[in-house]
């Protein structure tokens, strides 16, 4: 099939543009920039095309032909722009791909949607039908295009929406980049009581699940809720990517709300000068919020079977960071 990525240069988009690559698919990585190693990509013979999900000439002309969309291009981690930017991107941009899919005759849309919808998770595990807490403009955002897709859907465009879990391992420097640094100096401090649950993704298990709801009729109008078998507490987490890198970490207990006000205080000094600040408000909810899922109905329906467990791939992402120099 002819498969255009949105997002295809960074972390998620690059892996999943390899797997289709390898499985005899055309694909093309629609991006608003070069990623990390972008020739890469162009070297396993796909097509590269610069350009953001919101200009709609660029989305249409990567649609040409196009039998199915992963579109994983989203606003994520932009701390020095206006709330306004994650609606144009993440609602607007999503708009703009659903009217080019339908113009194209695409067969099948899958987007990539965020766990992170649901919030703290108040009775863990959560599944599909949990509470919508969106918390943040990300998070808001991605949810509030998850209507347009199913309007979509209903229309006769077949359509999935996967809600990953907190995407990790080789080939990304920044999401666990955080944990592993610190584990590395041997200590992590952690604020509150450590016990709030988190639930890890790797991202060949995330690449499976994509694979599979690629093909016709598979999830069709669903939407999934993506992780690992196994959710841990941030304290063993902790514990298990020290136990992964071969090393000792000191775990000394702070206590959380004095981190939290200097997050809001921070953010909002920052704000104005346009500067990332160095702690912000999601970052210090890591410590307390849960995410905890049951992925029991991805494992039924689409036969998702993340079959790489956490210290494997605490270990593959550790010997990825200290051979890229990052530790």
Same mark, same amino acid.
């Given at each position: 099939?002819?498969?255009?990525?949105?997002?295809?240069?960074?972390?998620?988009?690059?892996?999943?543009?390899?797997?289709?690559?390898?499985?005899?698919?055309?694909?093309?990585?629609?991006?608003?920039?070069?990623?990390?190693?972008?020739?890469?990509?162009?070297?396993? $013979?796909?097509?590269? @095309?610069? *350009? &953001?999900?919101?200009?709609?000439?660029?989305?249409?002309?990567?649609?040409?032909? #196009? +039998?199915?969309?992963?579109?994983?291009?989203?606003?994520?981690?932009?701390?020095?722009?206006?709330?306004?930017?994650?609606?144009?991107?993440?609602?607007?941009?999503?708009?703009?791909?659903?009217?080019?899919?339908?113009?194209?005759?695409?067969?099948?849309?899958?987007?990539?949607?965020?766990?992170?919808?649901?919030?703290?998770?108040?009775?863990?595990?959560?599944?599909?039908?949990?509470?919508?807490?969106?918390?943040?403009?990300?998070?808001?955002?991605?949810?509030?295009?998850?209507?347009?897709?199913?309007?979509?859907?209903?229309?006769?465009?077949?359509?999935?929406?996967?809600?990953?879990?907190?995407?990790?391992?080789?080939?990304?420097?920044?999401?666990?980049?955080?944990?592993?640094?610190?584990?590395?100096? $041997?200590?992590?401090? @952690?604020? *509150? &009581?450590?016990?709030?649950?988190?639930?890890?993704?790797?991202?060949?298990?995330? #690449? +499976?699940?994509?694979?599979?709801?690629?093909?016709?009729?598979?999830?069709?109008?669903?939407?999934?809720?993506?992780?690992?078998?196994?959710?841990?507490?941030?304290?063993?987490?902790?514990?298990?990517?020290?136990?992964?890198?071969?090393?000792?970490?000191?775990?000394?207990?702070?206590?959380?709300?004095?981190?939290?006000?200097?997050?809001?205080?921070?953010?909002?000094?920052?704000?104005?000068?346009?500067?990332?600040?160095?702690?912000?408000?999601?970052?210090?909810?890591?410590?307390?919020?849960?995410?905890?899922?049951?992925?029991?109905?991805?494992?039924?329906?689409?036969?998702?079977?993340?079959?790489?467990?956490?210290?494997?791939?605490?270990?593959?992402?550790?010997?990825?960071?200290?051979?890229?120099?990052?530790?």
């Amino acid at each position: 099939m002819r498969i255009l990525v949105t997002g295809g240069t960074g972390f998620t988009g690059k892996a999943l543009v390899r797997r289709l690559h390898e499985d005899g698919h055309e694909v093309i990585a629609l991006d608003y920039k070069e990623g990390v190693k972008t020739d890469e990509i162009r070297k396993w $013979g796909a097509k590269v @095309i610069i *350009g &953001s999900v919101t200009d709609r000439a660029v989305v249409e002309e990567a649609m040409q032909g #196009v +039998d199915v969309v992963h579109h994983l291009a989203a606003a994520f981690r932009e701390l020095d722009v206006p709330s306004t930017y994650y609606h144009e991107v993440n609602i607007g941009g999503a708009r703009i791909v659903l009217d080019a899919a339908v113009a194209a005759g695409v067969r099948r849309v899958i987007y990539c949607s965020t766990c992170g919808v649901h919030g703290n998770v108040q009775n863990p595990p959560a599944n599909e039908d949990a509470p919508i807490a969106a918390a943040d403009y990300y998070q808001q955002t991605k949810y509030e295009a998850e209507p347009l897709v199913h309007k979509y859907q209903q229309q006769g465009l077949k359509t999935v929406i996967v809600r990953p879990a907190a995407i990790y391992g080789p080939g990304d420097p920044e999401r666990f980049g955080m944990i592993f640094r610190r584990v590395a100096k $041997g200590s992590f401090p @952690i604020f *509150g &009581s450590g016990k709030a649950f988190y639930h890890p993704l790797y991202i060949d298990n995330f #690449v +499976d699940a994509l694979e599979r709801v690629t093909h016709d009729g598979v999830g069709d109008g669903r939407t999934y809720l993506i992780a690992d078998q196994e959710y841990v507490t941030i304290e063993d987490l902790v514990r298990r990517v020290a136990i992964a890198m071969d090393r000792k970490v000191r775990t000394p207990r702070l206590p959380f709300w004095p981190l939290w006000l200097a997050g809001h205080a921070f953010e909002k000094a920052c704000k104005p000068l346009r500067i990332t600040p160095p702690i912000f408000p999601r970052r210090v909810d890591w410590y307390r919020q849960n995410r905890a899922f049951d992925i029991s109905r991805a494992k039924n329906e689409i036969g998702y079977d993340p079959r790489v467990g956490l210290d494997e791939g605490l270990r593959a992402t550790a010997r990825w960071y200290e051979s890229e120099g990052y530790l």
